[in-house]
């Protein structure tokens, strides 16, 4: 999966919850992005990272927030998970060539 | 808003046919196009790109068009085989984002 983890690969937690999804890199990337993929959305932007310390939103960023401390890592945290963020969650770097590379995704049950 | 969409959700092919995946897109600043795999239980996976002054561009057993006048975006598979199931999702780009369509379902008949 071109240099890129995610972990947990699962994750089921209740409402109300905090939840943080991690996405590892090793090929020194300055882009990263995370996206949730639902049945009938395709793949929506949640948030991405052009840089260390450096952040935006995307699409659909509310009820997230996200981390990059180091180039390596990018963090998504579900401040208090609710039902509506049961997903699948990919994380993806840019390559030089502007080609996004995914992760091989985390599927996360909010009960 | 600007959106990306595939005029259809599945597509049946016979195994040995040639597939043609189609894919509208609104948002005509838009300066890069990608096409992306999508296997059950994994990450999507890149296919090929085509750049907004390109018209055509070929790989292994596939083609990118794109017809920049209609805004649309195809993506034609030689000889389809069985490993070629899969969902597949066009997505367009500008200023270091992607946005992807809902995808298309392609099932191969043996």
């Known amino acids: 999966d071109a240099g890129i983890t995610q972990s947990p690969r699962h994750k089921v937690t209740e409402t109300g919850t905090p939840v943080t999804l991690r996405c590892h890199q090793t090929e020194n990337h300055r882009y990263m992005y995370w996206y949730r993929q639902d049945p009938g959305h395709g793949l929506r932007l949640i948030h991405y990272?052009?840089?260390?310390?450096?952040?935006d939103k995307g699409e659909v960023s509310d009820g997230y927030s996200v981390s990059r401390s180091k180039t390596e890592d990018f963090l998504l945290t579900l401040e208090s998970a609710t039902s509506s963020q049961t997903s699948v969650y990919f994380c993806?770097?840019?390559?030089?060539?502007?080609?996004?590379?995914f992760g091989s995704g985390t599927q996360l049950s909010v009960l | 808003g600007e959106s990306v969409g595939l005029h259809l959700p599945t597509l049946s092919v016979q195994e040995g046919d040639n597939s043609i995946i189609n894919c509208a897109y609104s948002n005509s600043a838009s300066d890069y196009f990608i096409w992306y795999k999508q296997e059950s239980g994994k990450g999507p996976q890149f296919i090929i790109d085509?750049?907004?002054?390109?018209d055509k561009r070929q790989g292994q057993r596939v083609t990118v068009l794109l017809n920049k006048t209609v805004k649309h975006l195809s993506l034609q598979i030689a000889a389809t085989q069985p490993g070629d199931s899969a969902v597949y999702f066009c997505?367009?780009?500008?200023?270091?984002?992607?946005?992807f369509g809902a995808g298309t379902t392609v099932t191969v008949r043996a």
């Open positions: 993806a770097i840019r390559d030089s060539k502007e080609k996004l590379f």
């Open positions: 997505a367009e780009g500008n200023d270091y984002k992607l946005s």
């Open positions: 990272s052009y840089g260390v310390k450096d952040t």
């Open positions: 085509i750049r907004s002054n390109m």
